[in-house]
């Protein structure tokens, strides 16, 4: 390895107080002693992985980490990423003591209820947290998403002499996420998109939960990094804080590729007997062992005790208040040379939707409804991103290799090539990274990620689906192909038990749209939805237009309304959604001559309606009148919505590959087998 001469802040030497200055060892062994104390306090948590990665994370923060403990949410800050979440009072300890809004009581209340310092890093819990991580590789697959959407938003908002987007994104991980299928999908990525921002740390402690990863984990990763296009920085000694130092140095000097810098470490390091040991990894160290490890670190302070030299040293805010006022200042003076890519630039970052965003949702519904088109709602989804995407310039779309299968692209979108910026990300076959790139995207802000798979494949991407909802991100999941009614390709492509599966995830909304009309709304709000991602259940086979009044397209946003209603009022009720609700139409008509009326409720969005005010639901569904649930998928969850009051068709079952009407016929989706099975389902209930 070259050595090159360390990279520092000159403002920390200025702002350095005159008084004895902590020694880096003793800024590592604060941060091993206040995970220690505070894992002991609380009977459980990771120690090891903090007391491993303490001198990497002393060299980063202090030597090269440009942040604002008091604004955590300067855009231009660096972004640091604990894809080894385990290890999250490394991260406490750090933001802590560099001065974030993190009290010391607040690491004595390690993991308990309602403190700020949970279990695994959460977001929008801790100050300075900028992903949820825990589930081991999305920490890396996000850090990721949050580069390539620095090196995006640079490129499209950065202008000659003004670099008002410039940062770094920061990874730790360990051999846990190396393992993780996902850590290839996203780290290929990145090698192929150039993202030379990004510095990932392994902490190749070769200690994983079962003991040493010996027998399970023999990969060659520096070689596998080089194959995917990393500058791969081997062999550091990770409690060597100037060579993780110089290690750094290197990273940034290479522009061009992402860079991972291999650090030999051992697992909690400091502590006599445990370091080196898969004990280390996540259990307390003990009265005797967290003793013993005071003493051979010479600390001589109470727990949860801070000196002075050492606080001082920690101390960035001095230091990160310089950084961010010399970007104001920079930023000012970019918004006197161009006022509106700085008011551009100010509304993409606050997440504000463009002011005539409302205009061009009205626009398209109006579209929907007068073309009366009886098209694939995948299509209809296209009209919308085509109408959506010229006017709202933060949406980046994207496709796990199925582009023109989801129609998730649009005319003239800008692909994203390696090294170029672009709007429309092809992510290959890579489900899950596509997932958790994408929450990456959004976590940094500026960016409103759409991108598309079949629904059935949503089982590869589902976790970071998950982790979107409990993020709260605005994030858009278009999933077609999305019932036995995708015919040919059979049951391994039929969804069957993923929308009501997906619906069970707090947090996310699913809508699976009837029609070109419902499809415009449920894009609308999606967009809209600032605290949350949503899933598109669309089809792939054509869908009848249904006409609707003023009050009924207004309904729609509801999740749940009456879209078609008998003469004579309701003596039954169809529940359905998506290429459902024809059918339900259809039924109506039959048994309208037979004298018996049914009211069609369409429910595009069952967490939508669940929102609305009981009156409303009560009016849509009132008691008393027998309900049929009918969607093609399985039928568990609508019985929450019949209440006892009818019967529910479904498919509890996997397809069949035949053509998608044969398919349907099977199962017995026809208007007359359904219009018998309400004709049975509601006398035996009436
Ligand atoms: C997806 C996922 N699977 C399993 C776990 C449970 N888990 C937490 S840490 C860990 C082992 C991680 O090993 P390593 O990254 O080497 O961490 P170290 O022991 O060095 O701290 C496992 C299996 C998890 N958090 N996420």
Same mark, same amino acid.
């Given at each position: 390895?070259?050595?090159?001469?360390?990279?520092?802040?000159?403002?920390?030497?200025?702002?350095?107080?005159?008084?004895?200055?902590?020694?880096?060892?003793?800024?590592?062994?604060?941060?091993?002693?206040?995970?220690?104390?505070?894992?002991?306090?609380a009977?459980?948590?990771?120690?090891?992985?903090?007391?491993?990665?303490?001198?990497?994370?002393?060299?980063?923060?202090?030597?090269?980490?440009?942040?604002?403990?008091?604004?955590?949410?300067?855009?231009?800050?660096?972004?640091?990423?604990?894809?080894?979440?385990?290890?999250?009072?490394?991260?406490?300890?750090?933001?802590?003591?560099?001065?974030?809004?993190?009290?010391?009581?607040?690491?004595?209340?390690?993991?308990?209820?309602?403190?700020?310092? !949970? *279990? %695994?890093?959460? +977001?929008?819990?801790?100050?300075? /947290?900028?992903?949820?991580? =825990?589930? #081991?590789?999305? @920490? &890396?697959?996000?850090?990721?998403?949050?580069?390539?959407?620095?090196?995006?938003?640079?490129?499209?908002?950065?202008? !000659? *002499? %003004?670099?008002? +987007?410039?940062h770094?994104?920061? /990874?730790?991980?360990?051999? =846990?996420? #190396?393992?993780e @299928? &996902?850590?290839?999908?996203?780290?290929?990525?990145?090698?192929?998109?150039?993202?030379?921002?990004?510095?990932?740390?392994?902490?190749?402690?070769?200690?994983?939960?079962?003991?040493? /990863?010996?027998?399970?984990?023999?990969?060659?990763?520096?070689?596998?990094?080089?194959?995917?296009?990393?500058?791969?920085?081997?062999?550091?000694?990770?409690?060597?804080?100037?060579?993780?130092?110089?290690?750094?140095?290197?990273?940034?000097?290479?522009?061009?590729?992402?860079?991972?810098?291999?650090?030999?470490?051992?697992?909690?390091?400091?502590?006599?007997?445990?370091?080196?040991?898969?004990?280390?990894?996540?259990?307390?160290?003990?009265?005797?062992?967290?003793?013993?490890?005071?003493?051979?670190?010479?600390?001589?302070?109470?727990?949860?005790?801070?000196?002075?030299?050492?606080?001082?040293?920690?101390?960035?805010?001095?230091?990160?208040?310089?950084?961010q006022?010399?970007?104001?200042?920079?930023?000012?003076?970019?918004?006197?040379?161009?006022?509106?890519?700085?008011?551009?630039?100010v509304?993409?970052?606050?997440?504000?939707?463009?002011?005539?965003?409302?205009?061009?949702?009205?626009?398209?519904?109006?579209?929907?409804?007068?073309?009366?088109?009886?098209?694939?709602?995948?299509?209809?989804?296209q009209?919308?991103?085509?109408?959506?995407?010229?006017?709202?310039?933060?949406?980046?779309g994207?496709?796990?290799?199925?582009?023109?299968?989801?129609?998730?692209?649009?005319?003239?979108?800008?692909?994203?090539?390696?090294?170029?910026?672009?709007?429309?990300?092809?992510?290959?076959v890579?489900?899950?990274?596509?997932?958790?790139?994408?929450?990456?995207?959004?976590?940094?802000?500026?960016?409103?990620?759409?991108?598309?798979?079949?629904?059935?494949?949503?089982?590869?991407?589902?976790?970071?689906?998950?982790?979107?909802?409990?993020?709260?991100?605005?994030?858009?999941?278009?999933?077609?192909?999305?019932s036995?009614?995708?015919?040919?390709?059979?049951?391994?492509?039929?969804?069957?038990?993923?929308?009501?599966?997906?619906?069970?995830?707090?947090?996310?909304?699913?809508?699976?749209?009837?029609?070109?009309?419902?499809t415009?709304v449920?894009w609308?709000?999606?967009?809209?939805?600032?605290?949350?991602?949503?899933?598109?259940?669309?089809?792939?086979?054509?869908?009848?237009?249904?006409?609707?009044?003023?009050?009924?397209?207004?309904?729609?946003?509801?999740?749940?309304?009456?879209?078609?209603?008998?003469?004579?009022?309701?003596?039954?009720i169809?529940?359905?959604?998506?290429?459902?609700?024809?059918?339900?139409?259809?039924?109506?008509?039959?048994?309208?001559?037979?004298?018996?009326?049914?009211?069609?409720?369409?429910?595009?969005?069952?967490?939508?309606?669940?929102?609305?005010?009981?009156?409303?639901?009560?009016?849509?569904?009132?008691?008393?009148?027998?309900?049929?649930?009918?969607?093609?998928?399985a039928?568990?969850?609508?019985?929450?919505?019949?209440?006892?009051?009818?019967?529910?068709?479904?498919?509890?079952?996997?397809?069949?590959?035949?053509?998608?009407?044969?398919?349907?016929?099977?199962?017995?989706?026809?208007?007359?087998?359904?219009?018998?099975?309400?004709?049975?389902?509601?006398?035996?209930?009436?």
């Open positions: 390895m070259n050595a090159v001469t360390p990279i520092r802040h000159d403002e920390r030497e200025l702002c350095a107080p005159i008084t004895e200055r902590a020694s880096p060892a003793r800024l590592a062994n604060a941060i091993r002693l206040l995970a220690a104390d505070a894992v002991e306090k009977k459980s948590g990771h120690p090891g992985m903090p007391m491993g990665m303490a001198e990497i994370a002393v060299a980063l923060w202090t030597r090269h980490l440009r942040h604002n403990p008091r604004d955590p949410e300067w855009p231009d800050r660096d972004r640091f990423v604990i894809s080894n979440g385990h290890g999250s009072m490394l991260q406490y300890a750090l933001l802590h003591l560099t001065g974030y809004e993190l009290p010391i009581t607040e690491l004595r209340r390690f993991r308990q209820l309602h403190s700020k310092t !949970p *279990g %695994h890093p959460e +977001v929008g819990v801790t100050p300075g /947290v900028e992903t949820t991580t =825990g589930p #081991l590789g999305q @920490g &890396i697959t996000n850090a990721v998403g949050m580069a390539l959407a620095e090196r995006l938003l640079a490129s499209e908002f950065n202008r !000659p *002499g %003004h670099s008002i +987007v410039d770094y994104t920061y /990874v730790f991980l360990g051999d =846990g996420c #190396l393992m @299928g &996902i850590s290839h999908e996203a780290c290929a990525l990145a090698g192929t998109w150039r993202l030379g921002k990004l510095v990932a740390f392994y902490d190749d402690n070769g200690i994983s939960i079962d003991g040493k /990863v010996g027998d399970w984990f023999t990969d060659d990763t520096p070689a596998r990094f080089r194959a995917y296009g990393w500058n791969v920085i081997d062999a550091v000694d990770g409690h060597d804080i100037d060579a993780i130092d110089r290690a750094i140095g290197l990273a940034k000097a290479d522009e061009s590729r992402p860079t991972l810098i291999v650090c030999k470490t051992a697992i909690g390091r400091g502590a006599p007997t445990r370091a080196g040991t898969a004990k280390a990894h996540g259990e307390p160290l003990g009265a005797d062992e967290l003793l013993a490890t005071r003493k051979a670190l010479g600390w001589t302070h109470a727990p949860f005790e801070i000196p002075d030299d050492v606080a001082r040293e920690w101390d960035a805010r001095g230091i990160g208040a310089a950084l006022y010399d970007w104001d200042a920079r930023f000012d003076r970019y918004c006197a040379e161009y006022p509106e890519t700085g008011a551009e630039f509304r993409r970052v606050a997440g504000e939707l463009p002011a005539d965003f409302e205009t061009v949702a009205a626009k398209l519904l109006d579209a929907a409804n007068a073309n009366a088109e009886s098209i694939a709602t995948r299509k209809a989804s009209l919308a991103i085509e109408m959506f995407a010229p006017a709202v310039p933060e949406m980046i994207g496709s796990a290799d199925l582009t023109h299968s989801n129609l998730t692209i649009w005319k003239d979108a800008p692909i994203v090539k390696p090294g170029a910026s672009g709007r429309y990300i092809s992510y290959g890579r489900e899950f990274g596509m997932a958790a790139v994408m929450n990456g995207l959004a976590l940094h802000g500026g960016f409103i990620p759409f991108g598309g798979t079949f629904l059935t494949f949503s089982d590869y991407s589902r976790n970071a689906i998950r982790m979107a909802a409990l993020m709260k991100l605005r994030v858009i999941h278009v999933l077609t192909h999305d036995v009614g995708l015919g040919e390709d059979g049951p391994t492509h039929q969804a069957v038990e993923h929308t009501s599966s997906l619906r069970l995830v707090p947090n996310l909304d699913v809508w699976r749209p009837c029609d070109a009309v419902e415009a449920a609308k709000v999606a967009l809209e939805r600032r605290h949350g991602p949503t899933a598109l259940i669309l089809s792939r086979q054509n869908l009848p237009f249904v006409p609707r009044n003023e009050a009924q397209l207004v309904a729609i946003e509801r999740g749940g309304y009456v879209l078609s209603e008998p003469d004579g009022g309701p003596h039954r169809i529940i359905a959604t998506g290429s459902e609700v024809g059918l339900a139409l259809a039924v109506q008509q039959l048994l309208a001559a037979e004298g018996i009326g049914v009211r069609v409720v369409s429910m595009p969005s069952t967490s939508a309606f669940d929102r609305q005010p009981q009156d409303y639901r009560d009016d849509v569904l009132p008691s008393g009148v027998p309900k049929i649930a009918l969607e093609a998928g039928s568990a969850l609508w019985w929450k919505y019949v209440r006892g009051e009818g019967c529910v068709i479904g498919i509890d079952r996997f397809g069949e590959s035949a053509p998608g009407p044969q398919v349907f016929e099977f199962f017995g989706f026809t208007p007359e087998h359904i219009a018998e099975v309400v004709r049975r389902c509601s006398t035996s209930v009436a």
